[in-house]
């Protein structure tokens, strides 16, 4: 049996697409403004997907 994901319609597609590059805008900004948080956020993703991945 085929894993198969609903299509979305074009509306609804468009909407989530702006919502994600707003995100993604918001987070660069914040990146930004304080530099020195972005190494330690890095290095909390990288434990969390290495247990993940380990887990």
Do not use: H, N
Request: proline content about 5%; aromatic content about 2%; glycine content about 4%.
């Amino acid at each position: 049996m085929a894993w198969t994901t609903p299509r979305l319609d074009p509306e609804r597609s468009r909407r989530r697409l702006q919502l994600l590059a707003e995100l993604a805008g918001a987070r660069a900004v914040r990146q930004r403004k304080r530099p020195q948080r972005l190494r330690s956020e890095r290095l909390k993703q990288l434990i969390a997907t290495r247990r993940r991945v380990a887990g």
